[in-house]
């Protein structure tokens, strides 16, 4: 059985710093790795993806894969309120086109 | 670019009744996905076709679930007879091909009396 597991928070952040979301997934041949932002009432929405390992940034945003370690984290620099939302990671391996989705972690960004 | 189409937007209907979703996915994408969304669980991936054709079904939770996909433009999933259980939010998402991001449509709100 595939996991992905994520911290369900909430994840409190002042505005203006550093907010790190943090994603672990159990099987070793997953490939592709999302990021995906939902606000209540809201669909997901991609934001980042990765394939590599290192790092991938996308203005305020990097995303972070280390697959020896099986992890994948989201960095947000210079958190905005409108950045408050549930962070959902999502996984897939190679020749499955199915994602396998982490519960999401709740972020606050306080002003 | 038109996204994912889904309609209706929101559904409320009576136990037994039966409920029809729809999406039109993004033009040119092989891949569809059907999703249910709840607080207790999650995200959860229902059915999904590569092409036209149901690859995995595991996820549909009972045989009072059915979905199709006719052609590559359209994809209904039904629920007969409906369930108060069956409230939820579901989601229909497309990739272009396995491996792809998916992007996901707003979605329908169903509540089922």
């Known amino acids: 059985q595939k996991e992905v597991e994520q911290n369900s928070g909430p994840l409190s952040v002042p505005e203006g710093a550093i907010a790190s979301l943090n994603c672990t997934y159990s099987?070793?041949?997953?490939?592709?790795f999302f990021w995906y932002r939902q606000y209540s009432g809201k669909s997901p929405e991609l934001i980042m993806s990765i394939y590599s390992n290192g790092d991938k940034e996308d203005g305020r945003f990097t995303a972070q894969l280390n697959k020896a370690s099986q992890y994948v984290s989201l960095l947000i620099r210079d958190s905005q309120p409108s950045d408050s939302a549930t962070y959902l990671c999502?996984?897939?391996?190679?020749?499955?086109?199915?994602?396998?989705f982490g519960t999401g972690t709740r972020l606050t960004i306080i002003p | 670019d038109a996204g994912v189409i889904q309609s209706p937007r929101h559904e409320v209907t009576e136990m037994g009744q039966e409920v029809t979703l729809r999406c039109k996915p993004i033009s040119g994408h092989n891949s569809l996905f059907w999703y249910r969304q709840t607080m207790m669980r999650g995200l959860e991936l229902l059915i999904y076709f590569n092409n036209n054709v149901p690859i995995d079904d595991s996820g549909m939770p009972e045989d009072r679930f059915s979905a199709k996909m006719p052609n590559a433009s359209f994809s209904t999933l039904k629920i007969q007879p409906s369930e108060p259980r069956d409230s939820a939010v579901y989601f229909c998402a497309s990739s272009p091909q396995g491996g792809q991001p998916q992007h996901f449509g707003d979605g329908t709100r169903l509540s089922i009396l």
């Open positions: 099987d070793r041949v997953s490939q592709s």
């Open positions: 999502a996984v897939n391996e190679v020749g499955n086109e199915k994602l396998t």
